[in-house]
């Protein structure tokens, strides 16, 4: 079975930065290509940035372009997200996605606030 377990969201200052993880189980990790969402409290869930299954292409929301970087380690079914320059509207909860296998993790909590 196909499981994705997103961790490092934590509460952090505005300005500061993160860098949250998925780490891909019972799937050829290195096959499919992946995506991250965010769900801003009271709001539905959006697309933040995906990246091709060999690391080879990414792309970006427009609101998170420059701030965020997506990269993965297919040798650790590892995705990773790097941001930078937090806002107190990046505050969300943070989904790992296989979008072809529809298959999402529990997500990981981010606050940006002072």
């Known amino acids: 079975q196909v499981q994705l377990v997103e961790s490092g969201g934590a509460w952090v200052q505005p300005g500061g930065s993160l860098r949250l993880s998925c780490v891909a189980s019972g799937v050829t990790f290195s096959l499919y290509a992946m995506i991250w969402y965010r769900r801003p409290p009271g709001q539905g869930r959006n697309f933040v940035a995906a990246i091709t299954s060999a690391g080879a292409d990414t792309v970006y929301a427009d609101s998170v372009k420059g701030r965020f970087t997506i990269s993965r380690d297919n040798d650790n079914n590892t995705l990773q997200l790097e941001i930078n320059n937090l806002k107190p509207e990046y505050t969300a909860v943070y989904y790992c996605?296989?979008?072809?296998?529809?298959?999402w993790g529990q997500g990981t909590q981010v606050t940006v606030s002072s």
């Open positions: 996605n296989i979008g072809k296998l529809g298959a």
